[in-house]
C-alpha cells in the first residue's frame, strides 16, 4: 500500500487531549486556526464562541430534520445504523459540534431497502441519483436522499461499487449493534471502527477529523475488548495490511490504544488486492472501469446501459423528486 499520510501537529494535540478526557481548558497543542478541520472541536478550547454555536446548529438542524423518518422507521418495525460522524459525534466526541458532517450516513439492510426509501419519500425527502435500478440491484450501494438543503447517504455497502470489494463484509455486521435513538443503531465498536478505516482507505485526501474518529474508537474498542473481533473482520476484507498501517499510525503518531496483538496478524496479510484501493482513489473513470472488470453476468449489462444513460444527459445525474414516482 501507498504510504499513509500522517496526521499534523494539531491533529496529534488534538488526539492526546481527547484520549486524556477532553477536560476543558486542558488542550496545550498549536490553534488550529479558523480553516483547520478540527476547528470546531477545539472552538471551546481556543475561545471560538461563534463556532460552537454553528456546530451546534448544523448538528440539530441534522438530527432534527432526520427524525421523522426514524420515528416512522421504528414503527413499522425497522432500523438504520448510523456510521462516521453521524454516530460519532453523539457518543464518543465530547460534544456532537465537535464532530463536523456534511451529510449523515446511514446503513441500510438490503432486505429493507424498498420499505425505507418509501419511507424517506413519505417524509418528503427526494432522491438525488443515482437511480433507483442500479441501487436497488447492488451495482452501486449509495443512494442520495435530500430535504431542505440536509443530506443523507443511504448505504447498502463498504464501497460504493460492491463488485470491486476484495474481501467479506463481517459475519456479525448487523450484530451486537448500539441503540443510539428508536429506529437507529450504531454499529458495534470493532465494525464502526473498520469501517471509518476503510473509509479513509479509499479515499484520496485523508481529513484531520478521521485521526480523531479512529483514536476515539480505538479507546471503546479497548474498552469493549473486542480487538480480536477487529483483527478476524479485518482479516476477512483481504485488506488486512493496508487497516495494519493505519493502526500503525494511530499507536505510534497518535498514541491511539492498539494492541501489537491486533496489529501484527493483519501486517502479514498478503492477499494481493489492495492494489485496489490506489485504483479507487485515483478517481475519474477508474472505479468505474474497476466495477465493470469484477461485474457479471445481468449486473455488467445493467451497467453497461447505465452507462450508456450518462453518456447521453452529459455526465449528469437523471434527478426526479421522489413523490413524481
Known amino acids: 500500500m501507498e504510504k499513509t499520510v500522517k496526521p499534523d501537529a494539531i491533529t ?18 498549536p490553534d488550529p486556526g479558523k480553516s483547520h478541520g478540527l476547528t470546531s472541536l477545539l472552538s471551546e478550547e481556543t475561545g471560538r464562541p461563534k463556532v460552537t454555536l454553528a456546530g451546534a ?4 438542524r441534522l ?13 413499522e418495525g ?6 462516521k460522524g453521524f454516530d460519532l459525534a453523539r457518543t464518543v466526541y465530547p460534544f456532537p459540534g465537535g464532530r463536523p458532517m456534511c451529510d449523515a450516513d446511514l446503513f441500510i439492510e438490503e432486505t429493507n431497502c424498498r420499505q425505507i426509501i418509501r419511507i424517506f419519500s ?3 425527502w427526494y432522491k438525488e441519483g ?27 455497502h463498504i464501497f460504493y461499487f460492491p463488485a470491486t470489494f476484495p474481501g467479506k463484509l463481517p459475519a456479525d455486521f448487523y450484530q451486537g449493534g448500539r441503540a443510539l435513538e428508536p429506529g437507529l443503531m450504531g454499529f458495534a465498536w470493532h465494525n464502526a471502527l473498520l469501517l471509518v478505516i476503510i473509509h479513509l482507505l479509499t479515499n484520496k485526501a485523508v481529513r484531520a477529523v478521521w485521526w480523531t474518529d479512529i483514536c476515539l474508537l480505538c479507546l471503546k474498542v479497548t474498552e469493549a475488548e473486542t480487538w480480536e473481533q477487529f ?19 494511530a499507536r505510534d503518531e497518535l ?7 491486533a496489529i501484527l496478524p493483519l501486517k502479514h496479510c498478503c492477499e494481493g488486492r489492495e492494489a485496489i484501493l490506489s485504483k479507487l482513489r485515483k478517481g475519474n473513470k477508474l472505479p468505474t472501469l474497476l466495477n465493470l472488470r469484477y461485474l457479471t453476468g445481468w449486473k455488467r449489462i445493467s451497467w453497461l446501459a447505465a452507462l450508456f444513460q450518462l453518456v447521453v444527459t452529459g455526465g449528469r445525474p437523471v434527478t426526479r423528486h421522489i413523490s413524481e414516482e
Not at 483483527?231 to 499510525?249: H, Y
Open 78 to 83: 425497522m432500523t438504520v445504523w448510523a456510521v
Open 63 to 75: 438530527e432534527q430534520t432526520l427524525k421523522p423518518v426514524l420515528q416512522k422507521l421504528e414503527a
Open 57 to 60: 446548529a448544523m448538528w440539530l
Open 255 to 261: 498514541s491511539a490504544p492498539v494492541p501489537e496483538t
Open 231 to 249: 483483527t478476524v473482520n479485518a482479516l476477512g476484507t483481504c485488506l488486512g495490511a493496508a487497516v495494519a498501517s493505519v493502526l500503525c499510525v
Open 122 to 124: 413519505e417524509s418528503h
Open 130 to 156: 443515482p437511480g433507483d435500478g442500479i441501487f436497488s440491484s447492488g451495482i452501486v450501494s449509495e443512494m442520495k436522499m435530500i430535504k431542505l438543503g440536509v443530506m443523507v447517504e443511504l448505504h447498502t
Open 12 to 29: 496529534k494535540a488534538a488526539c492526546k487531549w481527547l484520549l486524556s478526557g477532553a477536560v476543558q481548558g486542558s488542550y496545550s497543542g
